[in-house]
Antibody, heavy 117, light 107 residues
Framework: EVQLVESGGGLVKPGGSLRLSCAAS????????MSWVRQAPGKGLEWVGR??????????DYAAPVKGRFTISRDDSKNTLYLQMNSLKTEDTAVYYC????????WGQGTMVTVSS | DIQMTQSPSSLSASVGDRVTITCRAS??????LAWFQQKPGKAPKSLIY???SLHSGVPSKFSGSGSGTDFTLTISSLQPEDFATYYC?????????FGGGTKVEIK
């Protein structure tokens, strides 16, 4: 069964950092482009960024609100995707989802990140 | 950035109704348009990719059409489990963007 499981969410103060993980199973992770999306409480979906495969140079793209603060990486040996979030702001409060591919063929269950003092 | 505009933002419909949701892109996205369904407190579920291709396991009552700037999602006969919020997303050019959502409620 194809599955994505996020972890690492929690409460963090403004200016702090957090790293989210997304464990993948049921497919060849190293061949997959992977994405992150977030959803603020009561709001719609917002694309965060995407990472290509190592064979495509592992290139990343980011949405403007997170560029320079967030970093997407991957460890193909562990079938795991990461989202390193630095300089967090209150407006980063959201449920963060990882997804398979640019079109989000498969979604994880999400992990909540709360940025508050 | 490409803006995705969904209409209506909400609708009320009865079981058995045919429902159509529209998604318009501010510039052409070719066929690179996906549709998702989200129920309260749950992760979104993928319904359609490449504008009209149904994901495996998605009932055939869902269908998508369009290309370029205008797209539609149609539910042929609304069932109780279909009451949810639906989102479109373009993945033609970065940054990828979502529509604001269409909430389908019970009349």
């Amino acid at each position: 069964e194809v599955q994505l499981v996020e972890s690492g969410g929690g409460l963090v103060k403004p200016g702090g950092s957090l790293r989210l993980s997304c464990a993948a199973s049921g497919f060849t992770f190293s061949n997959a482009w992977m994405s992150w999306v977030r959803q603020a409480p009561g709001k719609g979906l917002e694309w965060v960024g995407r990472i290509k495969t190592k064979t495509n140079g592992g290139a990343t793209d980011y949405a403007a609100p997170v560029k320079g603060r967030f970093t997407i990486s991957r460890d193909d040996s562990k079938n795991t995707l990461y989202l390193q979030m630095n300089s967090l702001k209150t407006e980063d409060t959201a449920v963060y989802y990882c997804g398979l591919g640019d079109a989000f063929d498969i979604w994880g269950q999400g992990t909540m990140v709360t940025v508050s003092s | 950035d490409i803006q995705m505009t969904q209409s209506p933002s909400s609708l009320s419909a009865s079981v058995g109704d045919r429902v159509t949701i529209t998604c318009r892109a501010s510039q052409g996205v070719r066929k690179y348009l996906a549709w998702f369904q989200q129920k309260p407190g749950k992760a979104p579920k993928s319904l359609i990719y490449d504008a009209s291709s149904l994901h495996s396991g998605v009932p055939s009552k869902f269908s998508g059409s369009g290309s370029g700037t205008d797209f539609t999602l149609t539910i042929s006969s609304l069932q109780p489990e279909d009451f949810a919020t639906y989102y479109c997303q373009q993945y033609s050019s970065y940054p990828f963007t979502f529509g604001g959502g269409t909430k389908v409620e019970i009349k």
